[in-house]
Each structure stands twice: as structure tokens, then as C-alpha cells.
């Protein structure tokens, strides 16, 4: 990803499993730094830090990801 900055995926009925392959894509994210995931109520808090370690990655270039 050389464009993306900014992603709404709220309200997606997004799960556990669904975070876990978003987070392997990520690994290769060189500029996302707002990432919305909020209202998918399947989603734990340990599977967003996952998540949030990925977006607030120094090699991303974001210092301070803004995850909701």
C-alpha cells in the first residue's frame, strides 16, 4: 500500500478471524494511519491491539495511529 491512509471498515460484522487476516496484510502497510473499526462487536480488545502494534509500527510512518 503506497496510497492508503485512511480506512472505515465500521459496521462490517468483522470477527476475530477477519482482524487476524487484515493484520497479515498490514504487515506490508506503509502508510495507513487511521484505521475505523468501530461497531463490529466481535472483535476482542486483544485482536485490536494486535492492530493497533501494526498501524503504530515506526516503520509505517505513523507515530500515532488513530483507531477507533
Known amino acids: 500500500n503506497t ?5 472505515n471498515l465500521s459496521c462490517n460484522s468483522i470477527t476475530d478471524l477477519g482482524v ?17 473499526l468501530n ?3 466481535k472483535i476482542t480488545e486483544a485482536k485490536l491491539h494486535t492492530i493497533y502494534g501494526l498501524v503504530a ?7 500515532t495511529p488513530h483507531i477507533l
Open 39 to 41: 461497531d463490529n462487536p
Open 20 to 36: 487476524e487476516h487484515f493484520a497479515r496484510a498490514l504487515q506490508s502497510n506503509s502508510i495507513l494511519t487511521s484505521l475505523h
Open 57 to 63: 509500527n515506526p516503520r509505517t510512518g505513523s507515530s
Open 3 to 7: 496510497t492508503l491512509t485512511w480506512l
